[in-house]
């Protein structure tokens, strides 16, 4: 089946400083991926969806100044969460909807990334 | 209240056993249900899904959904302790391409 690569799996940084996720479809086209963001026993809240080619869509409440996403290619996004503070520990994950399914409206996501701001 | 509601559990249940778990969701305009299957600090990995109403078999997972109560279970038979998990619901809805996802049930199996 389809594979959604996400790296890094685990960071850890300090506050103030600013991370990068990657998020790569690794053998189809993704025209459209999506960002999540999951605390520790709640569901996935979408952040973003984030066109090839095109600015991301942010959803209500998400500051698109400090969650850069970047969609450069038809293979990946890459989500930068800038001047990081403690609160924005979390559970990030991406989706890319492969564009020959999206009839179907099957997802596949990314592995997450756990990050840790000290 | 919640686009859609889970019972988070956690839920235990004997190897063997029959598992139901459940979502109710409140926009008619979802199109498409989901169950997602999540190990811990892991990705969702899809289940199954389904677009109509009545129920959809695959293996030991069935997966029912009846729109006019806005309702949707999973069914899990001869559960495994490899079935522990949390299981999401997720409904998307194509007028905006928006997956909308419960907040899981953690589900344990016990040998």
């Known amino acids: 089946g389809a594979v959604v690569s996400q790296h890094p799996s685990w960071v850890i940084c300090k506050s103030g400083t600013s991370v990068k996720i990657e998020c790569r479809s690794l053998?189809?086209?993704?025209?459209?991926m999506f960002w999540y963001r999951q605390f520790p026993k709640q569901s996935l809240m979408l952040m973003a969806t984030?066109?090839?080619?095109?600015?991301?869509?942010?959803e209500q409440g998400v500051e698109k100044d400090k969650f850069l996403i970047n969609h450069a290619s038809l293979t990946l996004s890459t989500l930068t969460v800038t001047s990081a503070h403690p609160e924005d520990s979390s559970f990030y994950i991406c989706?890319?909807?492969?564009?020959?399914?999206?009839?179907?409206?099957?997802?596949?996501f990314g592995e997450g990334s756990r990050l840790t701001v000290l | 209240q919640k686009e859609v509601e889970q019972d988070p559990g956690p839920l235990s249940v004997p190897e063997g056993a029959i598992v139901s778990l459940n979502c109710t969701y409140s926009?008619?305009?979802?199109?498409?249900f989901m169950w997602y299957r999540q190990y811990s600090r892991k990705g969702p990995e899809l289940l199954m899904y389904?677009?109509?109403?009545g129920n959809k078999e695959d293996g030991r997972f069935t997966a029912q959904v009846d729109k006019s109560s806005k309702y949707i279970s999973l069914f899990i038979r001869d559960s495994q302790p490899s079935d522990s998990a949390t299981y999401l619901c997720?409904?998307?809805?194509?007028?905006?391409?928006?997956?909308?996802f419960g907040t899981g049930t953690r589900l344990t199996i016990i040998p």
């Open positions: 053998d189809f086209q993704a025209t459209t």
């Open positions: 926009n008619s305009a979802f199109q498409y």
């Open positions: 984030s066109n090839e080619g095109s600015k991301a869509t942010y």
């Open positions: 989706s890319a909807r492969d564009g020959k399914l999206a009839d179907t409206g099957e997802l596949f």
């Open positions: 997720a409904i998307l809805n194509f007028g905006n391409e928006k997956l909308t």
């Open positions: 389904t677009y109509s109403s």
